[in-house]
T-cell receptor, first 113, second 113 residues
Framework: ETGVTQSPTHLIKTRGQQVTLRCSSQ?????VSWYQQALGQGPQFIFQ???????GRGNFPPRFSGLQFPNYSSELNVNALELDDSALYLC????????????FGSGTRLTVV | RKEVEQDPGPFNVPEGATVAFNCTYS??????FFWYRQDCRKEPKLLMS???SGNEDGRFTAQLNRASQYISLLIRDSKLSDSATYLC??????????????FGKGTKLSVKP
């Protein structure tokens, strides 16, 4: 059973640029959520995808968008990057609506300069 | 008021000590409860789910009090390898999502020889 994989592991972007982060969910998991973790903080919920539809969104602006594909893999896109977008971006997958916990990928560390 | 609040820490304890973490949550509709462990610069990993009846896994005991909206984690006979940040997490099913995780800020534990 493969776990959750994310790519790339590290990324440096310039303010104003756009970035796409990728996530492959754990086999059998149909729900994917994205989280942003700033240094010294707990992860913050960005949005969730369930069967290719956005199914819940946290307090993030529209320049944060995503997709889920038929194989349940997912992308997070961030437009017009700001310095405060520098963070660890975590993807988590689950089955059964998350009642049994989520499995996290190792994250993408994004630095915006 | 933050949705999930934890002891700020850090907790610095000697090996063999017993340490307790406390957590409160504000949304009475929260349905699932977890403790996650996060090592430095790594992804969160599920430590254990938390049930109203209380549950134990080796040296770790978790308790949930729904009336008080309070969650606890007790670590007995602490080991050097227990050093990490412990995240209190609740799942909300508001807004039609399949359950998004709401994290506390985390409490850092350092176990010293």
């Amino acid at each position: 059973e493969t776990g959750v994989t994310q790519s790339p592991t590290h990324l440096i972007k310039t303010r104003g640029q756009q970035v796409t982060l990728r996530c492959s969910s754990q086999s059998g998991h149909n729900t994917v959520s994205w989280y942003q973790q700033a240094l010294g903080q707990g992860p913050q919920f960005i949005f969730q995808y369930y069967r290719e539809e956005e199914n819940g969104r946290g307090n993030f602006p529209p320049r944060f968008s995503g997709l889920q594909f038929p194989n349940y893999s997912s992308e997070l896109n961030v437009n017009a990057l700001e310095l405060d977008d520098s963070a660890l971006y975590l993807c988590a997958s689950s089955d059964k609506g998350g009642s049994y916990g989520y499995t996290f990928g190792s994250g993408t560390r994004l630095t915006v300069v | 008021r933050k949705e999930v609040e934890q002891d700020p820490g850090p907790f610095n304890v000697p090996e063999g000590a017993t340490v307790a973490f406390n957590c409160t949550y504000s949304n009475s509709a929260s349905q699932s409860f977890f403790w996650y462990r996060q090592d430095c610069r790594k992804e969160p990993k599920l430590l254990m789910s938390v049930y109203s009846s209380g549950n134990e896994d080796g040296r770790f005991t978790a308790q949930l009090n729904r009336a008080s909206q309070y969650i606890s984690l007790l670590i007995r006979d602490s080991k050097l390898s227990d050093s990490a940040t412990y995240l209190c997490v609740v799942t909300s099913f508001d807004g039609g999502s399949q359950g998004n995780l709401i994290f506390g800020k985390g409490t850092k534990l350092s176990v010293k020889p």
